[in-house]
């Protein structure tokens, strides 16, 4: 059993969670409203929101899977891998697009995940 992979996974599975029940109401819904986007830019951004969740909980069930056993270590690997990859695209958007991070927290909420998936690697 690897407890640093079983970490992220927790850590992977609050994030699905504030995105589903937090982002949802936050982001969706007011996408959902909005009556000057046009249906089909807002129904495919809506579809992006659910693809979002499934990899997020996909995420957090490859590290559990990964944390409980040893022999799915490609799993945590993919996993770090997307944490990674959501983290420096996050942080990197805010940067290109001059917004503020406390507007846009989301890149650094995947460090820790990526951090402790590496951790998981490393022992």
């Known amino acids: 059993m690897n407890s640093w992979f079983l970490a992220a996974g927790a ?28 249906d089909v830019a807002k129904y495919v951004n809506y579809y992006c929101w659910h693809i979002v969740t ?10 559990v899977w990964s944390g409980l056993a040893a022999t799915a270590w490609e799993a945590a690997f993919l996993g770090t891998f997307m944490a990674f990859a959501f983290c ?5 958007l805010v940067i290109i697009k001059q917004q503020r991070f406390h507007a846009m927290p989301q890149g650094w909420l995947f460090l820790p995940v990526a951090a402790l998936g590496l951790v998981g690697f490393a022992v």
């Not at 699905?16 to 982001?27: T, V």
């Open 11 to 38: 850590t992977s599975s609050a994030i699905a969670l504030l995105h589903f029940f937090g982002g949802g109401p936050a982001i969706a819904g007011p996408l959902l409203a909005a009556k000057d986007i046009d």
């Open 54 to 63: 499934i990899c997020l909980a996909l995420m957090a069930a490859s590290f």
């Open 88 to 92: 420096i695209w996050g942080i990197a």
